[in-house]
């Protein structure tokens, strides 16, 4: 009680405290819904879906692997692919490799990654015997 009676007779200094906490309290609120709004507006954004490789792309992609390797997605990208990123290259070579380790009665369709290199399954890649493109 002695405490609310030396508020009291404070002279209204600790009024102007509360306001101010007050007001720090609604611009706090403020913020907090722009951020709200944001993450809304964020979410409901349409996902980027990725663009379909081409048999073009696949094949140069299957003679870089033959070249530099599982794990060179950066080589591999720079020059054989260059349509695509290094980040690219490593998601398709996992979808790639995991649909190489499927049997035939696992396999549900032929995609692009049943497709192999034209001139690496019966004969020596034209790649393989300089290192380098031609």
């Given at each position: 009680?002695?405490?609310?009676?030396?508020?009291?007779?404070?002279?209204?200094?600790?009024?102007?405290?509360?306001?101010?906490?007050?007001?720090?309290?609604?611009?706090?609120?403020?913020?907090?819904?722009?951020?709200?709004?944001?993450?809304?507006?964020?979410?409901?954004?349409p996902k980027?879906?990725?663009?379909?490789?081409?048999?073009?792309?696949?094949?140069?992609?299957?003679?870089?692997?033959?070249?530099?390797?599982?794990?060179?997605?950066?080589?591999?990208?720079?020059?054989?692919?260059?349509?695509?990123?290094?980040?690219?290259?490593?998601?398709?070579?996992?979808?790639?490799?995991?649909?190489?380790?499927?049997?035939?009665?696992?396999?549900?369709?032929?995609?692009?990654?049943?497709?192999?290199?034209?001139?690496?399954?019966?004969?020596p890649c034209?790649?393989?015997?300089?290192?380098?493109?031609?």
């Amino acid at each position: 009680m002695e405490d609310l009676n030396w508020i009291k007779s404070s002279n209204g200094e600790f009024e102007d405290i509360i306001i101010k906490d007050n007001d720090d309290f609604e611009d706090t609120m403020v913020e907090e819904e722009r951020l709200k709004e944001q993450v809304k507006e964020h979410t409901s954004r349409p996902k980027k879906r990725g663009v379909p490789w081409t048999m073009e792309e696949h094949s140069s992609f299957v003679m870089g692997l033959d070249i530099y390797g599982k794990g060179d997605w950066k080589n591999i990208s720079r020059y054989f692919v260059t349509s695509r990123t290094p980040t690219q290259v490593a998601s398709h070579a996992q979808k790639f490799m995991k649909r190489q380790q499927k049997t035939g009665a696992e396999k549900h369709r032929t995609t692009i990654n049943d497709i192999q290199c034209f001139c690496c399954d019966s004969s020596p890649c034209m790649f393989r015997s300089s290192g380098s493109l031609a």
